[in-house]
């Protein structure tokens, strides 16, 4: 596994190597990994001879209050976990190798108006921005994201098709807890008894799912679903069903996605669930 930490000995590898012929995956994160990236780096490995990781805690993507400065940086246990894995080459830069003359870009305005797109102003720009310039650098012909940020999976999907890159956007399934809580590298913010209650978003998610499937009424269930959770310590940013295709309202038990973000002890947490 070879470890690149600068835009300039990326490029330079990966001219050098023979690399038309290889089928190059991409895994952005921004590190701390856990079960949910390895799965995804799993998957890349599953279908590319030549698996790449990057690991950028991005600060076009955190608004002034947010928690970019206590991100858990972790490069010496993301390293060994990544060695034990199909990936070929790690793509750890510094922030203003990065950030330096970098173009911006934008996420479509609908898709990041909605949901986390109300409080995390500009963050989805942020996310295409950096995602973009790993993608001018990788070419990767598959790239993988978790289906835990579905807003992010669906804003990426969005870009790719409106820049018209090859690129195929792959959205991998979350990784859960045995409780259900979502796996997730802020997880680490909460205590053990915190990880207990987080797991509630899980089940209120599929008690929902069931409510929904028996026919009942969207707007009550949900209202209920909100105030159980209030009820626990959380506060519920949104708790919505939208279309799992378009991010639109929706009342079609067919296609629906339920999502979810709240904060238990100002740790925000995000899930969601199909129908
Ligand atoms: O999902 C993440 O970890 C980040 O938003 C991403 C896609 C790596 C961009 O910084």
């Known amino acids: 596994m070879i470890l690149i930490s600068d835009q300039k000995d990326l490029t330079n590898f990966l001219n050098e190597k023979p690399f038309k012929s290889t089928k190059l995956t991409l895994v952005p994160t921004m590190g701390n990994l856990h079960e949910g990236h390895l799965k995804l780096v799993e998957q890349a490995g599953s279908?590319?001879?030549?698996?790449?990781?990057?690991?950028?805690?991005?600060?076009?993507?955190?608004?002034?209050?947010?928690?970019?400065?206590?991100?858990?940086?972790?490069?010496?246990?993301?390293?060994?976990?990544?060695?034990?894995?199909n990936c070929?080459?790690?793509?750890?830069?510094?922030?203003?190798?990065?950030?330096?003359?970098?173009?911006?870009?934008?996420?479509?305005?609908?898709?990041?108006?909605?949901?986390?797109?109300?409080?995390?102003?500009?963050?989805?720009d942020g996310v295409v921005t950096i995602v973009n310039r790993l993608f001018e650098l990788f070419q990767p012909k598959i790239t993988f994201f978790g289906e835990k940020d579905y807003q992010q999976l669906m804003i990426i999907k969005e870009?790719?098709?409106?820049?018209?890159?090859?690129?195929?956007v792959e959205g991998v399934a979350t990784e859960r807890e045995l409780s259900g809580l979502a796996k997730s590298s802020r997880n680490s913010y909460l205590s053990g008894e915190e990880k207990k209650k987080a797991a509630l978003i899980h089940k209120t998610l599929i008690n929902l799912k069931q409510l929904l499937l028996d026919f009942n009424g969207i707007d009550s269930v949900i209202q209920q679903a909100k105030e159980s959770l209030e009820k626990n310590d959380f506060n519920v940013e949104y708790l919505e069903a939208r279309d799992r295709y378009t991010l639109k309202e929706s009342s079609d038990p067919n296609n629906i996605i339920l999502l979810c973000a709240a904060t238990l002890n100002k740790v925000r947490l995000i899930d969601n669930l199909k129908l």
Do not use: W
């Open 88 to 124: 070929s080459l790690v793509f750890a830069p510094k922030v203003d190798d990065m950030t330096f003359g970098i173009k911006q870009q934008k996420a479509d305005p609908f898709l990041s108006s909605i949901m986390c797109g109300k409080t995390r102003h500009n963050h989805f």
């Open 159 to 168: 870009f790719v098709e409106r820049k018209k890159l090859k690129i195929a």
């Open 47 to 85: 279908v590319s001879n030549f698996v790449c990781v990057s690991i950028f805690v991005n600060p076009l993507q955190f608004g002034p209050e947010e928690d970019f400065s206590s991100y858990p940086r972790t490069l010496s246990e993301d390293l060994s976990k990544l060695e034990k894995t």
